[in-house]
């Protein structure tokens, strides 16, 4: 059984950065691909970012790649979303996830087994 919990979200101005962490416990995810994903009020969960579980091997949706940076650290179980130049859009619930049953990194929720809390990130115009 895996546990994540997200952290590093806040109330930010727009251009602003946020570092996003995401600590998983209960089990090594050092073999599991891992994913951001987020949820605007009134919306549909969407991807984020993704990294396989070397990290050799990363996606983004379009609307954040060039800003925002999935990266992970398998020594201290821990993924991370670096969010620079934060736009009103880039608001909402972000959530971490993690996939048990394959390394390749993906870009679908459904293929993801467990999934934290979420952190909220608010960015003001």
Known sequence: QVQLAESGGGLVQAGGSLRLSCAASGRTVSNYAMGWFRQAPGKEREFVASINDSGSVRYYSNSVTGRFTISRDNAKNTCYLRINSL????????????????????????????????TQVTVSS
Not at 105 to 112: G, I, K, L, N
């Open 87 to 118: 736009k009103p859009e880039d608001t909402a619930l972000y959530y971490c996830a993690a996939d048990r049953r394959r390394p390749s990194a993906s870009v679908r929720a459904s293929e993801y087994d467990y999934w934290g809390q979420g």
